[in-house]
C-alpha cells in the first residue's frame, strides 16, 4: 500500500462510451500525476498538477480530460477513446519538497 | 534513441547471484529514481539519488554524475525480487512537481 488507491482497477469500454478514473491521495501531497504505459513501452507522462493547477500537459490528445477539483483528488475523463489507448493508467502523487513520487496500483483499460 | 537507456532488458538469473542493472541518461537531472514493478502493475519507489550511493537491505544504486551512468545492484537474490525495475529521471528543478522520465524497464527472473 503506497497511499494512493485508484478506481475502478479494470475497465472495458466501446469507443462510444464516457468513463472517469479516479484517484485519491490521503499523503499530503501537493502534486498528482497521470501515466500512460503501454505494452513494450516506457511510461509517458501524461498530465501534471501541482496544488490544483495544470502545470503539464504533455501532448495529449483531447478525448482525455483531466480534472483535480482537490489536492487530494484527480480524475482522468475519458470519451471517444480508440482500441491503441488501451493501457495500464497510473496516478501518483509527490510533496512539493520531495520529489519521491507514490503510484497508485493502476487501471487496466482495455477499448474495444 | 530515448533520453534514459536501461541495460539489460531482460535478466534471468538464478537465487543467490548477484545482480546488476545499469541505466545511462543523456539530459540533465535533479535526481535519478529506481522503481520496482511487480506483475499486476503496482510500482514502489526503490530509491531516489542525486550523488553517490544508498543501501537499503540487499539493494544498492550508485550513480556518477559525471558520467550519467546508475547501477542498481541486488545481492543474495531471491525469486521474490523477480519484477521489472525501472529507472526514471527528474528534469524539475528545485520543489514542485517533478516530471519524471522514464528508462524501457529491465525485466528480472530469479529461478530458485
Known amino acids: 500500500e503506497t497511499g494512493v488507491t485508484q478506481t475502478p482497477r479494470h475497465l472495458v469500454m466501446g469507443m462510444t462510451n464516457k468513463k472517469s478514473l479516479k484517484c485519491e491521495q490521503h499523503l499530503g501531497h501537493n502534486a498528482m500525476y497521470w501515466y500512460k504505459q503501454s505494452a513494450k513501452k516506457p511510461l509517458e507522462l501524461m498530465f501534471v498538477?501541482?496544488?490544483?493547477?495544470?502545470?503539464e500537459n504533455n501532448s495529449v490528445p483531447s478525448r482525455f480530460s483531466p480534472e483535480c477539483p482537490n489536492s487530494s483528488h484527480l480524475f482522468l475523463h475519458l470519451h471517444t477513446l480508440q482500441p491503441e489507448d488501451s493501457a495500464l493508467y497510473l496516478c501518483?502523487?509527490?510533496?512539493?519538497?520531495?520529489?519521491?513520487?507514490?503510484f497508485g496500483p493502476g487501471t487496466r483499460l482495455t477499448v474495444l | 534513441k530515448n533520453e534514459v537507456e536501461q541495460s539489460p532488458q531482460n535478466l534471468t538469473a538464478q537465487e543467490g547471484e548477484f545482480i546488476t542493472i545499469n541505466c545511462s541518461y543523456s539530459?540533465?537531472?535533479?535526481?535519478l529514481h529506481w522503481l520496482q514493478q511487480h506483475p499486476g502493475g503496482g510500482i514502489v519507489s526503490l530509491f531516489m539519488?542525486?550523488?553517490g550511493k544508498k543501501k537499503h537491505g540487499r539493494l544498492i544504486a550508485t550513480i556518477n554524475i559525471q558520467e550519467k551512468h546508475s547501477s542498481l545492484h541486488i545481492t543474495a537474490s531471491h525469486p521474490r525480487d523477480s519484477a521489472v525495475y525501472i529507472c526514471a529521471v527528474s528534469k524539475g528543478e528545485g520543489q514542485g512537481a517533478q516530471k519524471l522520465v522514464f528508462g524501457q524497464g529491465t525485466r528480472l527472473t530469479i529461478n530458485p
Open positions: 498538477y501541482n496544488f490544483k493547477e495544470q502545470t
Open positions: 501518483a502523487s509527490s510533496h512539493h519538497i520531495a520529489p519521491e513520487q507514490f
Open positions: 539519488l542525486s550523488s
Open positions: 539530459v540533465g537531472i535533479s535526481a
